[in-house]
Structure formats: structure tokens, C-alpha cells
């Protein structure tokens, strides 16, 4: 027999001092006013750890990272970006949207892992990824199966790509 989780049906207050969230189906972030980045659910999602997985409550969350000005989950796993413009990355590698070296399989969970540095900002999606460097640059990576990374092709891919902007183009 299906074994419901438990259902939240009224609001209820989880923690202060937040300036972000985000999360999805297996796992939640919060980016803090002060920088320190937060996370529960599924700790495998949380910490690349297959081996030794929890559930993480809400009511004692795991301290993921410091020194975060942007952070993005898509339940799955999370990228941060550092105040140094570093880019980190941690949880499964969905079609290589979170670690684009090509040595990771796509569906690989992944621990904490430096992604790239001179990151400006950055979007991260279920299953690929949008980078602006601090050149002003664009880099993408992941699935590109309807082009939407901009690379000029379809068809996915977890190398990462300096995408190029057209300046002709509005």
C-alpha cells in the first residue's frame, strides 16, 4: 500500500532572514541575508551522498554553503554561485545539467563539485544550464533537444558551450 507523505494544509513559518528560495519535488534551498545557503528533503539531492540518505526536516536544516549571492534548485539538485564567482554544483547531474565535463554520467548524483569561476550569474534548469560570465559571455550545457540553449543545433550534449551573441539580433 502507497504510504502518503505528510500533506501541509495551513502555512507554516520555516525559518527568518531568508532573501531566496527554491525547490521542487524532492528537496527545497533557502538563501539567507547573510549568505549562508540552507537546505531540506532528500538528502542525496542535498549532498550528492547516496550511500547514507535522510530526510532532512525543515526544522533542522543542513548548512550547504557560505558566502552565496545566487542559488537555484531544481528539487534534484542546486548550483550556488559564491561571492569569489566561483559556481558550485551538488546532486544528480540530470542530462548534465549540473557538471558539464563530460566524465560524469548524465544521471550521475554528484557531491559538492567548483563548476567554473568568473561567473556573473547563472539559470539553472530540470535538465540544463545557463551561465553568464563575468566577460559577458554566455555558456550553456545540458539537453538542447528543441535548441533552447542557443547553440545554433539541437540535440543534447554536457560539454559546455560558449553560446556567442549575435549583435545584429535584438
Not at 63 to 68: A, F, H, K, S, Y
Not at 86 to 111: F, H, K, Y
Not at 124 to 149: P, Y
Request: net charge negative; with cysteine; aromatic share 8%.
Amino acid at each position: 500500500d502507497w504510504d502518503p507523505m505528510e500533506l501541509i494544509t495551513q502555512p507554516v513559518k520555516v525559518m527568518d532572514d531568508v532573501r531566496y528560495i527554491s525547490g521542487d519535488e524532492h528537496s527545497s534551498i533557502a538563501l539567507k541575508t547573510d549568505g549562508t545557503l540552507w537546505g531540506w528533503g532528500m538528502s542525496d539531492y542535498l549532498t550528492g551522498d547516496t550511500a547514507n540518505y535522510r530526510n532532512i526536516p525543515s526544522s533542522d536544516p543542513l548548512l550547504l554553503m557560505e558566502d552565496v549571492v545566487q542559488a537555484q534548485s531544481t528539487g534534484w539538485g542546486w548550483m550556488a554561485l559564491k561571492e569569489d564567482g566561483s559556481l558550485w554544483a551538488c546532486g544528480e547531474n540530470n542530462q548534465g545539467n549540473l557538471w558539464p565535463n563530460g566524465e560524469v554520467a548524465i544521471s550521475d548524483t554528484i557531491p559538492l563539485t567548483h563548476v567554473m569561476d568568473d561567473v556573473a550569474a547563472f539559470s539553472l534548469a530540470w535538465q540544463n544550464a545557463l551561465v553568464i560570465k563575468t566577460d559577458g559571455s554566455l555558456w550553456a550545457w545540458g539537453d538542447n533537444t528543441w535548441g533552447q540553449l542557443g547553440t545554433g543545433r539541437s540535440g543534447g550534449g554536457a560539454a559546455a558551450l560558449d553560446v556567442g551573441i549575435d549583435e545584429s539580433r535584438p
